[in-house]
């Protein structure tokens, strides 16, 4: 089913008679418009694309599903909003609850008295979690290029080497593959390998460090984000137990996906394996999100998701401890939900390495 009879859909399970999608990654879900600014207002049976003179150009070349309207000043988004509304026959007008600010509904309710604005939480959202066969596919070439930046970075693991000359040749490498950054590259070592969001620094690699690498390549709009932590030198017996109880706890979760499964019972699998090797105190994050045109899709495996998993939907699998002063280990996967179970989209391998010991 197309992005628009997915969303009709659920308009009509709603009880609304008409939608009003307003947040930028929606409309490019529903449109394939890749412009900033755009809203679409969808009926039963019609639809209408908004934007200004900016994306006149962009927005022909781009929108042929429907009607395309471009404004122009002094004429302003919510006028021509609430135009297209009446038009349209709109009296029961859902909109995206989070994606709204208190500002934008307010001048939408001036414009649109006699309209019935309603906050939909996930009003498209929800419906995006669900990947189409070719968006999987622009995830995994994303995933591609992780996995062969990692393969490529891995001369640098040694002493003396910095955190940034690795965020640097990351960044580089996913650039020459005609990618971009997802986000911005964590390189962290030693004690600061405890940030699991750390900035990389002039800091030098030193024996019995572990380095955490925490990075994604965006492909034609889609996204991949991989971590992967390793020791330089001689390893400790606790730099194999912390790092080893990390991987079961992953293992675990990958291995509790599939469709009909909780997001934050598949959490809570990770979570119980860290509390067996008493370092659950130590893992303070949800163990995974959404993935896709976004790095934080919409979705979550944690203690506060309400997701169920389906068939399509892609999350990352990333339990992580962080020890303050001695360091922290993450080690993360990206999955698709597949009737059977998870399918593991990254091939860089995750079994304790030590390098140059
Ligand atoms: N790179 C951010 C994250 O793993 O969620
Ligand atoms: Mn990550
Ligand atoms: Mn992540």
């Not at 919510?78 to 600010?101: D, I, M, N, Y």
């Not at 969001?197 to 019995?208: A, F, R, Y």
């Not at 399918?343 to 030590?354: H, Q, S, V």
């Amino acid at each position: 089913m197309k992005p628009l009879e997915r969303l009709r859909e659920r308009m009509s399970e709603l009880n609304v008679d008409a939608a009003l999608i307003s947040n930028a990654t929606n409309v490019g879900w529903l449109t394939g418009f890749t412009g900033s600014t755009a809203m679409v207002i969808i009926t039963p049976s019609d639809a209408v694309f908004i934007s200004d003179s900016r994306y006149r150009e962009q927005a022909k070349e781009q929108v042929d599903s429907m009607t395309v309207e471009i404004l122009q000043a002094p004429k302003t988004y919510p006028e021509v909003v609430a135009e297209q509304a009446r038009k349209l026959g709109a009296s029961r007008l859902g909109f995206e609850a989070e994606h709204v600010t208190f500002a934008q509904h307010s001048s939408w309710e001036k414009k649109m008295a006699g309209i019935d604005l309603r906050p939909v939480e996930k009003l498209a959202d929800r419906l995006r979690m669900v990947k189409y066969d070719w968006e999987i596919e622009r995830i995994k070439a994303a995933c591609g290029v992780t996995d062969a930046c990692f393969d490529h970075v891995e001369r640098l693991f040694q002493v003396g080497v910095t955190e940034l000359d690795i965020a640097i040749e990351i960044e580089f490498f996913i650039r020459r593959q005609g990618a971009t950054v997802a986000f911005d590259v964590i390189a962290v070592s030693g004690a600061r390998s405890a940030r699991p969001h750390g900035v990389p620094s002039d800091k030098k690699l030193e024996p019995g460090d572990f380095l955490t690498l925490d990075f994604g390549a965006c492909v034609d709009g889609f996204n991949s984000d991989m971590t992967r932590t390793v020791l330089i030198g001689e390893p400790t017996a606790k730099h194999r137990e912390v790092y080893n109880a990390v991987l079961e706890a992953q293992l675990a979760a990958i291995e509790a996906i599939r469709p009909g499964a909780a997001g934050k019972d598949v959490d809570k699998v990770a979570r119980d394996v860290l509390a067996r090797h008493s370092l659950d105190q130590f893992f303070g994050h949800g163990l995974g999100h959404g993935l896709g045109r976004l790095v934080h899709d919409v979705g979550s495996l944690s203690t506060a998701s309400e997701d169920i998993l389906e068939e399509g939907m892609v999350f990352t699998v990333e339990p992580g401890v962080y020890i303050e002063g001695f360091g922290g280990v993450r080690i993360e996967d990206d999955v698709v939900v597949r009737a059977t179970g998870a399918e593991i989209l990254n091939r860089t391998p995750k079994d304790f390495r030590a390098y140059g010991s």
